[in-house]
């Protein structure tokens, strides 16, 4: 069996460490988690670390210092080098802790079989895996999350060469050939308490105010974007972007015994039709100032297919999916095979 461990680096993840833990040990096994604890000071941090270095979860703790976060990337690469040198992996995963690891190929898959068989099939490739697809999760919208493509990497045993600390720039021994992988990130950024979003942001902008050079030039741009924009503002430019329903993510984390309501929020405002949808997904739309809710079927190897202009693409080509919903739909192109009508709800203007 392909042997694969995570790694993750986290400072007082009160909220998403317990729930990181248990998807990803679903899928792996406790014994093959490692975190690194970066000076966590919550007691309910430190218990769940406690806790589940007894179930077999690796908790380190030799790097706690705001320079050690700023210098994740080096810090991880180092211990992947150990694993290699102790033949301990096949793959390597380095993870944040609002990243979840998922199958997103024709359909949406949370499985843990399934999610495991893929690594199956990339262990005899010689290249840079890189997996740029992630689902960010809609504040205020439950069930709801917007697909983007942003390069993250995994490594296969013996192959890394260096990694940054967003882990947008994976660089392996096999720099001419790069693969990318039938993963795809649950991104579960945007906490449903937006005094939590921006706790953790000054967090990050406090580490990196030491003095040390930044590794890119634009760090910290995008986090004091949430001292300059309110709640209310912050999630209305998410509402007119379309995104996919996805009712299934919640459904797993209940699985694992995990409340999805503090993950996700308990947003009352949007549709959760209770739909059988084998493919994982549907793509929605909202129309009419939000009062309107329209849903269809997407099927993305028809759509590739049937499109060859977008299969083609250097950027859409990595996820048509993310071309449908940002210019496909309103072009008018078929989604699926059976080109089935739309499911449209329509909300009541009291709500």
């Given at each position: 069996m392909t042997r694969v461990r995570c790694v993750m680096m986290q400072k007082n993840e009160a909220t998403l460490l317990e729930p990181w833990i248990l998807w990803h040990a679903a899928i792996f096994g406790f014994s093959n988690l490692t975190v690194i604890d970066n000076g966590s000071t919550d007691p309910v941090v430190l218990d769940i670390q406690t806790r589940y270095e007894g179930k077999g979860v690796h908790i380190v703790r030799d790097h706690a210092s705001p320079g050690d976060f700023l210098h994740k990337g080096d810090v991880i690469a180092?211990?992947?080098?150990?694993?290699?040198?102790?033949?301990?992996?096949?793959?390597?995963?380095?993870?944040?802790?609002?990243?979840?690891?998922?199958?997103?190929?024709?359909?949406?898959?949370?499985d843990p079989e399934v999610i495991r068989r893929q690594f199956d099939y990339l262990v005899q490739e010689n290249a840079t895996f890189i997996t740029d697809r992630l689902l960010l999760n809609v504040p205020e919208a439950p069930d709801y999350y917007l697909p983007q493509i942003v390069r993250r990497g995994l490594f296969r045993a013996q192959t890394i060469v260096s990694l940054d600390r967003g882990f947008h720039n994976p660089r392996s021994i096999y720099p001419e050939r790069h693969v990318?992988?039938?993963?795809?990130?649950?991104?579960?950024?945007?906490?449903?308490?937006?005094?939590?979003?921006?706790?953790?942001?000054?967090?990050?902008?406090?580490?990196?105010?030491?003095g040390e050079m930044l590794e890119h030039p634009q760090d910290g741009t995008h986090l004091r974007f949430y001292f300059e924009t309110g709640s209310e503002d912050f999630a209305a430019g998410y509402r007119p972007v379309p995104n996919i329903y996805a009712p299934v993510i919640a459904q797993r984390l209940r699985e694992l015994g995990i409340d999805p309501d503090i993950l996700l929020g308990t947003g009352d405002t949007i549709p959760h039709p209770p739909l059988n949808?084998?493919?994982?997904?549907?793509?929605?739309?909202?129309?009419?100032?939000?009062?309107?809710?329209?849903?269809?079927?997407f099927d993305?190897?028809?759509?590739?297919?049937?499109?060859p202009d977008v299969a083609q693409d250097t950027y859409y080509g990595i996820w048509p999916l993310v071309h449908y919903l940002t210019c496909g739909w309103d072009e008018g192109r078929q989604s699926d095979p059976g080109n089935v009508p739309p499911l449209v709800f329509q909300m009541d203007k009291a709500t």
């Open positions: 180092g211990i992947i080098r150990q694993w290699d040198a102790d033949d301990a992996c096949d793959f390597a995963v380095p993870l944040d802790c609002d990243e979840f690891l998922t199958v997103f190929l024709d359909q949406l898959s949370l990318r992988t039938p993963f795809a990130h649950l991104h579960l950024h945007n906490r449903p308490d937006y005094e939590e979003i921006r706790r953790f942001a000054r967090q990050k902008l406090d580490a990196s105010e030491t949808i084998p493919s994982g997904f549907l793509a929605h739309r909202a129309r009419e100032d939000g009062q309107q809710h329209e849903y269809r079927l993305p190897v028809f759509y590739a297919r049937n499109n």
